[in-house]
């Protein structure tokens, strides 16, 4: 397990557990950090939720939980990282759906990594997410999402990398994305979504491949 004595080591700027085989929660005591920019505890086994307290580190840039077994929801509570530039939550089993506190332009526009893979998200993608101006790569692929893509995502102008593929997601990739099978973002390298074959989920022009 995370010792909890790691809370009392106030002058900590980064740490990294990652590719160990940890067990049991997150310490709350994380959020006894106020110094702390870069935290990875990625590839254990962690489970049980993502603790509100971790969400009141204003100083972390990069938060790597990925490929654990955590469970929960992510909380509103997350709009207290305003520095955060990297949050990485794939390969767990984390529900409820996308907060749309995330797009909050004022506190969240620094964030550009966010991958949300491989969980079991629910909901739709809100219209909010155009707040996330400086975001490059958006992995929202293997989830349980519904609805549309929106045509926000094309305002975008940064985003490098977005995958839809894996969801119950419908419709048309809206014409703010593709402009027949021209990409509108010279900046998207990679767009992925559920547009393979006759009668595909998603009608997509301009995607990069079709699953």
Do not use: H, W
């Amino acid at each position: 397990q995370i010792p909890k004595s790691f809370g009392d080591m106030t002058s900590l700027l980064e740490l990294d557990v990652g590719d160990n085989m940890l067990t049991g929660n997150i310490p709350t005591e994380f959020g006894e950090l106020p110094n702390l920019g870069e935290l990875y505890m990625n590839k254990n086994r962690l489970n049980g939720t993502l603790p509100d307290e971790i969400f009141g580190i204003g100083s972390l840039k990069i938060l790597c939980l990925s490929n654990n077994t955590l469970t929960g929801t992510i909380s509103d509570k997350i709009e207290g990282l305003s520095n955060l530039r990297e949050l990485l939550l794939d390969g767990n089993f984390i529900s409820g759906t996308i907060p749309e506190v995330l797009g909050n332009l004022k506190k969240l526009s620094s964030l550009k990594i966010l991958y949300l893979n491989n969980n079991t998200l629910t909901g739709t993608i809100s219209n909010k997410i155009e707040g996330l101006s400086n975001l490059e790569k958006l992995e929202l692929r293997d989830n349980f999402i519904s609805g549309t893509i929106p045509e926000v995502l094309g305002n975008l102008k940064k985003l490098k990398v977005a995958s839809f593929q894996g969801n119950k997601i419908t419709g048309m990739m809206p014409a703010t994305v593709c402009s027949g099978k021209e990409m509108k973002n010279d900046n998207l390298e990679s767009l992925t979504c559920d547009c393979l074959g006759d009668r595909p989920k998603v009608s997509c022009t301009c995607c990069t491949k079709c699953f």
